[in-house]
């Protein structure tokens, strides 16, 4: 119940495109939902976090799309850049426990040029 | 650079050796935790403490593991006896409240 479930695995688009990468959680407990990039030898660096009062948050061309009802939320790449190539999590935690984060398997994004 | 350090960056050592790992946090953070990766997957929560206390611990960290946070500020992440599965990047992070995590850049340990 505390495993958050990513896919795909990996992803490749070409420059321009929009990868989707989805999450689905069991724990109900769960109310904060962050999306975390991180590139090779780096640590993770946060992205765009949601909670579940909202459906939708964008940040620049980065779109979190989240359905309560599923237990599922999305991140969607608009204009995708090469630069975007990394590795992508996205995680839960309830805030008002630990605040620890539940993190996904990841998935290895590459843009093409 | 006033984001949170870890170090060394890299620790080589041959089993059933000890190893320390130290982060510093953002200053002024009030939580601190730890978190392991290995290979092709997400990081793992290890253990989280707020300001000195240390309030939670997962069931990977071993007896052969040991977290400190004296006076509320950086931390140190002790390995005993290591061994090979013991490989991975340890990573830190700190926030200030419950949200957001900033993470360091990590300390990637090898067991020979």
């Known amino acids: 119940q505390q495993q958050v479930k990513q896919s795909p695995q990996s992803l490749i688009v070409q420059k321009g495109g929009i990868p989707i990468i989805n999450c689905a959680y069991e724990?109900?407990?769960?109310?904060?939902f962050p999306w975390y990039q991180q590139f090779p030898g780096k640590g993770p660096a946060l992205l765009i976090a949601?909670?579940?009062?909202?459906s939708e948050k964008k940040e620049g061309r980065f779109t979190i799309s989240f359905n309560k009802s599923a237990k599922q939320f999305s991140l969607h790449i608009m204009d995708s850049q090469p630069g975007d190539s990394a590795t992508y999590f996205c995680?839960?935690?309830?805030?008002?426990?630990?605040?620890?984060?539940?993190f996904g398997q990841g998935t290895t994004l590459q843009v093409k040029p | 650079d006033t984001g949170v350090s870890q170090n060394p960056r890299h620790k080589i050592t041959k089993r059933g050796q000890n190893v320390t790992f130290r982060c510093d946090p953002i200053?002024?953070?009030?939580?601190l935790y730890w978190y392991r990766q290995t290979l092709g997957q997400g990081p793992e929560f290890l253990t989280y403490?707020?300001?000195?206390?240390?309030?939670?611990k997962s069931r990977l960290l071993s007896d052969r593991f040991s977290a400190e946070r004296p006076k509320g500020s950086f931390s140190t992440l002790e390995i005993q006896r290591t061994e090979q599965g013991d490989s991975a990047m340890y990573l830190c992070?700190?926030?200030?409240?419950?949200?957001?995590?900033?993470f360091g850049p990590g300390t990637r340990l090898t067991v020979l």
């Open positions: 992070a700190s926030s200030l409240g419950a949200f957001t995590q900033y």
């Open positions: 724990n109900t407990a769960f109310d904060y």
């Open positions: 949601i909670r579940p009062d909202v």
């Open positions: 995680a839960a935690s309830t805030p008002s426990n630990t605040g620890k984060l539940i």
């Open positions: 200053s002024e953070h009030n939580r």
């Open positions: 403490f707020q300001n000195e206390a240390q309030l939670e």
